[in-house]
Nanobody, 121 residues
């Protein structure tokens, strides 16, 4: 069974950090572009960051540039999202998704179940 599993979410104070992980089961993430998306209550899902299969090209939403960093460890079949200087507006459910191609090749093929990130004092 092909599956993506996210972890690392939680409650953090403004200015804090979290690192999200996205692990692939049943397939190798090495050949997929992996994107992180988020959805807050009442809002549409938005793309946060994405990394291409080579790992040499990434892109991020303007709202997280300079604060979030995406990376991949193919040996661990995992993609990470390091989130620093978190703000209350970053509160959302975060999802990872995989596409057999590049970041711009919608629609994505596989989605995880999501992990909740809450930024609050």
């Amino acid at each position: 069974q092909l599956q993506l599993v996210e972890s690392g979410g939680g409650l953090v104070q403004p200015g804090g950090s979290l690192r999200l992980s996205c692990v692939g089961f049943g397939f190798s993430l090495e050949y997929f572009a992996i994107g992180w998306f988020r959805q807050a209550p009442g809002n549409e899902r938005e793309g946060v960051s994405c990394i291409n299969p080579s790992g040499g090209s990434t892109n991020s939403a303007d709202s997280v540039k300079g604060r979030f960093t995406i990376s991949r460890d193919n040996a661990k079949n995992t993609v990470f999202l390091q989130m620093n200087n978190l703000k209350p507006e970053d509160t959302a459910v975060y999802y990872c998704a995989a596409v057999a191609g590049q970041c711009v090749d919608y629609p994505y093929d596989y989605w995880g179940q999501g992990t909740q990130v809450t930024v609050s004092s």
